[in-house]
Every structure is written in C-alpha cells, then in structure tokens.
C-alpha cells in the first residue's frame, strides 16, 4: 500500500513541480492531479496506449491512478496493474484506487450479457436477483467483497489503497432513500472488515450526481447521512475510527454543482458539497475534470483568463485543483502525449481562494 514515508520521498525526488501540487491525503502525499482511466475501447492498443502513459505519469510525478472494476471491461484494471509494476517507482509511494458497483464483464462485450450475468453471478449465488438494479448495479455486502477480491487479483496488489462503492445513486431507481442508506452501512461495514484485515487502507462513496444535486433531486443522497452510516458500521465493526476518506464527483468548468448547489446539512445551515466534505474532513477527487475531453478543445474564455497553463487542458485541469476541499482532479490519460500534458499542468499554481471565487462573480 502507499505508504507515509515512500510518498513523502516520492515528492522529494519532484521538487520542480508547484507549492501546492501535492496534498495530504491520509499520512502521505498525493499528487493533485491523477490518472483516470475510463474511457477506450477494450483492444490490446488501447491497453498498451493506456499502459506507456501510466509508466510516464508515474515516473514523471503523478502518483494517483484511479480506475474501477467495470472500466473496459475489467482491462483498465489490469492495465493499471502491469503499469505499476512495470514503472520505476515504489509501489509504495502511488495511491491506487478502484470502485465496484457495476457490474463487468470480463475482458470484452459477451454476446450475451444478460446470459453473461445470469450464469456468472445470479446463478452462483453471488448477486440476489433483487439486489440487482438495471441488470447491472449492486452494492450488497458480499457482492462488494467478491469484488474487492478480483480487483485485488486484476491489479496484482495485496492492498487497494482507496476503495470506492461505485454510483450508488444507480439504485434509487428502484429502493428507497433509507433502504439504500441501509444497504450502505451494510457494506461499509464489510469494507471496515476488509480494511482491519489489511486489504484496503480506505474506503469511499464515487458518484455522478448524487452529491451535486439538490435535495429534493430523485438522485441525491446526503452526505452527512453517508458519514453517520460509516460512523455506525466502524463501531458496529469495531474499529476505533471509521475508514471513510474519500469521496469522488465530478467537477470542472461547465459542472461546477459540487461547489455552487447548497444541499448538504451543515453544522451552520446548507453546504455544498465540497464545503461540507472538507468541514467532516473528507478528501475530494474529482472526475470529468476536462469534461471527457470536451474542455480540451476550449475553455470559456473569461474563465481562462484567469487561469495559468499552456493549453486549455492545463487551464481547465487547474481550475478543477482549484477548488476548496479538493485532494486530487483525474484526469483521463490515454496516451503518452496527453500524460505529460497532464504532468505539465502542475508546474502551474492552482487560483487561490479569492480569485476562485471570483470566477462566480
């Protein structure tokens, strides 16, 4: 796992980037940009595109890859494996994090995906068919622990560092508020097992909506509720404190919610979401933090002004890091070109607080 002392080295050995590029995170550092590694298509190209480019971002000073079970079919993950092994950097000095939720296939597309998750998981006991949502969305205890397992297996580690309960939000579609809180403490309380056993060293909540929208939204869930149910299932475990560090939205220049929509119960009235995260001390990755790629191409120009780096990637990768109460933004990285792009964007400083305020004037 990633460790206080060999992240710590791993920013001393990067001292050219800027003050703020790494944060605390835990008791080590990470870098405030990181690698996301979500979109492609699930060929052996995409694979090695995907792995040179991790090797160079790694070695070039980002140290957080983020993934997820379901992205390109189980592929993202092993390509984040080989790539950690492959890179010449301590294991110990990189955060990886990985999510669960969806349900994957393994490799590529089956023929027949319903066929496909009938006889690998309903049939085998691993999924109860009514802790299935859309045919394929489940968070129930032990489906998450079977996942840890094979994320564990893809990435070749003895421990995740950050482990995510993915989307959560996919199943009001069909539960209740209050029953898919319950079901959270459930596996909360399974992954506070997972992470006294040693194999995770934190866990967290990635989302899409739920945290950015308002409260009467059909998608939204509240944080505060989310903290008190990981509080319950650390005593229920009994751990001394909860393993809950993180969450994941996304945020950038054209989906600035988490940090303008006031939803979140606050000791002092509503919060947004960033606010209140970094109030109950939890980090902040971001995801979509150039859009997909969209903001690639262009960024609003009274939004760039205000911001330092040579392209608009750069620009709109520093407004993301910008923002209060956040760790890291991920960044997609395919290819190598784009990985030292992204690296670049941290030899920036990130606005401070006043001028990021006043990009909402």
Known sequence: M??????????????????????????????????????????????????????????????????????RHQRSERVVGDAVADADVDREAIAVATKGGFVPFDGDRPADPGAFVRSEYLDTGLVDRDDLVAGQHCIAPDYIDDQVDRSLT????????????????????????????????????????????????????AT???????????SYLSLPEIVERARAAAETVGNAATHLRAIQLPFNVAMADAFT?????????????????????????????????????????????????ETSAQRAINFARSAPGVT???????????????????????????????VFE
Not at 286 to 309: N, R
């Open 2 to 71: 990633a460790t206080r002392e060999a992240t710590w080295a791993y920013r001393d050995d990067h001292d050219e980037f800027a003050r703020t590029f790494y944060r605390r995170f835990g008791d080590g550092v990470v870098s405030s940009i990181g690698i996301g590694t979500y979109l492609g298509d699930p060929t052996d190209e995409r694979d090695a595109s995907y792995h040179d480019a991790i090797v160079t971002a790694l070695e070039s000073g980002i140290n957080v890859v983020d993934t997820a079970i379901n992205y």
């Open 154 to 205: 893809n990435l070749g580690l003895d421990t995740i560092d950050l482990y995510y309960v993915h989307n959560p939000e996919t199943q009001l579609k069909t539960n209740s508020p209050e029953a898919v809180y319950d079901q959270l403490e459930a596996t909360f309380e399974q992954l506070e097992e997972r992470a006294a056993a040693g194999d995770i060293k934190h866990y967290g909540v």
């Open 208 to 218: 899409w909506e739920a945290f950015r929208v308002a409260a009467d939204h059909d």
């Open 261 to 309: 929509v006031e939803s979140h119960d606050g000791a002092e009235g509503p919060q947004s979401a960033l606010w209140f995260a970094h109030e109950a001390g939890l980090d902040v990755f971001t995801s979509a933090s150039i859009m997909q790629g969209q903001l690639a191409a262009e960024v609003p120009d009274d939004v760039a002004a205000k911001l330092s780096g």
């Open 328 to 358: 890291c933004s991920l960044v997609g990285t395919g290819s190598v070109e784009h990985a030292q792009e992204n690296v670049d964007a941290g030899r920036y400083e990130p606005l401070g607080a006043d001028a990021f305020d006043a």
